[in-house]
């Protein structure tokens, strides 16, 4: 199973509105805006994938016999994703509700 790749991370389409100019970023009281936050996590389940990816080549090339950790890695690597995935549906969600308000 071959990691999707995430690629322009810093691109994304959330940075800059169709009318072009950057929206402001705001910090809260965490010190990070959203969207730094979003791509740490991004880059965390790229990570993970690639760990597993790393561990189960090892597996399949048969340079170690850890078969319980491999299936483990595996299956952080799915969590993640799977996580990943339901706040990316939220968010889309999200947004979608505040486009449908009427002012």
């Known amino acids: 199973m071959s990691p999707l790749p995430i690629s322009g991370v810093g691109a994304s389409p959330w940075a800059t509105p169709v009318g072009g100019t950057q929206a402001p970023r705001s910090t809260g009281q965490g010190g990070r805006s959203f969207a730094d936050t979003l791509q740490q996590a991004m880059e ?4 993970s994938q690639h760990r597993a990816d790393d561990k189960l080549a ?8 850890d078969l319980h950790g491999t299936m483990i890695a595996l299956q952080e690597a799915d969590i993640t994703l799977r996580t990943m995935v339901s706040v990316r549906d939220k968010v889309v969600d999200a947004y979608q509700q505040l486009m449908n308000m009427q002012i």
């Open 44 to 47: 965390g389940v790229d990570q």
């Open 58 to 65: 090892e597996l399949a090339a048969g340079q170690t016999p």
